[in-house]
C-alpha cells in the first residue's frame, strides 16, 4: 500500500470514530456515572445496591385466639426493613359495639423511600357483655359425709361459653356440719369472666332420719 493510501486510511478511521463520538453525545447516551475504569480500559461494574419493600407485616394488639374483642383496643401494623428502615405504619381502633358479624380492616407499613409493604388484614367480632351463670347445689341439703354436686349452669348469648366450673374443679366438702359456699365461674370465648355462688347445707343424718 502506498503513503497516500495509508493517510487516506487513517484519516478515515479517525473521521468514523469522531462521528461515532458525535452520535453518542446527540442521543445522550454516556458511561455509567462513577464506574472506574480498569487498568485494560474496560469498565468495571459497579454493584447496585437495591432493597425490598418492607416485610414480615403483622398486626399488634389484635384479637384473641378465636377472633374476639372483649374491650375497647387499638391495633397497629408492625412490619421489618433491610434498609433505611420503617417511616409509619397503619393502626386503628376497634369498633366497641357487640356483634358477630366480622369486621375486617386492613393495614400496611412504608418505608423510607416511600414503598409500602403488600397489605395484610384480618377480621374480628366484638363481644364486651360478660356471659350469665345460675349456679346451683345438688342436693341443696345433703348428710354428713355425703357427695354434692356444683353446676354452673352458664350461657352466653354472642361468643359463646369456652370454660366453667365450681369450685376450682374440686368435690364440695361435705365433713363439716352446717352451710356451705361454693363459688362457680364462666369464660366466654371473648375473655369475659363472670362469677356466682350456690349453697348448700350439711347436716347430720341421725337428725335427719329422725
Do not use: K
Request: proline share 7%.
Amino acid at each position: 500500500m502506498t503513503s497516500g493510501r495509508v493517510r487516506d486510511a487513517v484519516h478515515g478511521i479517525a473521521w468514523a470514530a469522531g462521528l461515532a463520538s458525535f452520535a453518542w453525545a446527540g442521543l445522550g447516551l454516556t458511561e455509567v456515572q462513577g464506574a472506574p475504569r480498569s487498568g485494560h480500559g474496560t469498565v468495571a461494574a459497579s454493584p447496585v445496591v437495591t432493597t425490598a419493600p418492607p416485610s414480615g407485616l403483622r398486626v399488634e394488639g389484635g384479637p384473641n385466639a378465636d377472633g374476639w374483642y372483649a374491650a375497647p383496643a387499638r391495633y397497629h401494623w408492625v412490619a421489618q426493613d433491610l434498609g433505611g428502615g420503617i417511616t409509619s405504619c397503619q393502626g386503628g381502633s376497634v369498633v366497641a359495639v357487640d356483634s358477630a358479624v366480622p369486621r375486617t380492616v386492613y393495614g400496611t407499613c412504608v418505608d423510607d423511600a416511600g414503598r409500602p409493604a403488600s397489605y395484610v388484614g384480618f377480621s374480628y367480632r366484638y363481644d364486651g357483655t360478660p356471659p350469665t351463670l345460675d349456679p346451683v347445689a345438688v342436693p341443696a341439703v345433703v348428710p354428713r359425709h355425703g357427695v354434692v354436686v356444683a353446676q354452673p349452669r352458664a350461657t352466653d348469648a354472642l361468643s359463646g361459653v369456652a370454660r366453667q366450673g365450681c369450685n376450682g374443679g374440686r368435690a364440695p366438702n361435705t365433713r363439716r356440719l352446717g352451710l356451705h359456699t361454693v363459688t362457680c365461674f364462666v369464660l366466654d370465648r371473648a375473655g369475659n369472666v363472670a362469677t356466682a355462688s350456690a349453697s348448700y347445707l350439711v347436716v347430720d343424718r341421725r337428725l335427719r332420719q329422725g
